[in-house]
């Protein structure tokens, strides 16, 4: 304990001197400098959470049509459009029959994901496979016993890539850069509908769709 005269004394002042302007300001440096370095890891984590919730939302829809198909004993076919641009929407359509070619004269709109509004507008289908499954050149038809063939040639997806197997489409999903309309940054996710219909999320690396 320092005494009444202890603390009068020079070597008492210095016991009990706070801080110089400069030792604090030095701490206030390192301080920044630490979350400058941990804000951009904080955030790529916000983003991949972000991504992954928006894939599970797209496989939701097409798990949707599966399990509709197969209790409603009736064809459902699921159409994306809008790849490469902000106005991403999947569709699912039931058929009047258990065939895909019975959608025509079936319920439109059963169910519809708008990524555009609310919270994953800056998501964008960046790419897809086959070839014209993203701008709806064609479906994935659902039908009752949960299989899945392209809407148009009511066939098995074919395989166009060694890397995938056969009956499997594909499509992939990546965010924009922050204050840009249109331009795709980071991590990637794939949703994979194989011929069984059960929709797969597959992560992939940053900024390569093609594999």
Known sequence: ???????????????????TLTEFMAAIAIMALLVGLAVPSIQS??????????????MDVFSF???QAMSRNRAYVVTI??????????????SANTKCSGVSDGLKGVKTLNLASGSYSDMRVVASSPTGLG???????YLPDGRVVQSD??????SV??????GEAWFALQAVKEGTAN???????????????VPEMRPGPDGSPSV
């Open 183 to 197: 331009t795709p940054m980071g991590i990637i996710h794939r949703v994979v509908v194989p011929y069984n219909g």
């Open 153 to 158: 040639t009511l066939l098995p997806v074919a």
């Open 161 to 166: 890539d060694s890397a995938w197997a056969a």
């Open 65 to 67: 049509a599966r399990v």
């Open 135 to 141: 701008n709806g050149s064609f479906g994935l038809c």
């Open 81 to 94: 459009t809008g790849q490469g641009t902000p106005n991403v929407k999947l569709v699912v359509d039931e």
């Open 45 to 58: 984590g916000f983003g991949k959470q972000h991504l992954r919730a928006a894939t599970l939302e797209v």
């Open 1 to 19: 304990m320092v005494n009444e005269r202890t603390a009068m004394t020079p070597r008492g002042r210095r016991a009990r001197r706070g801080y």
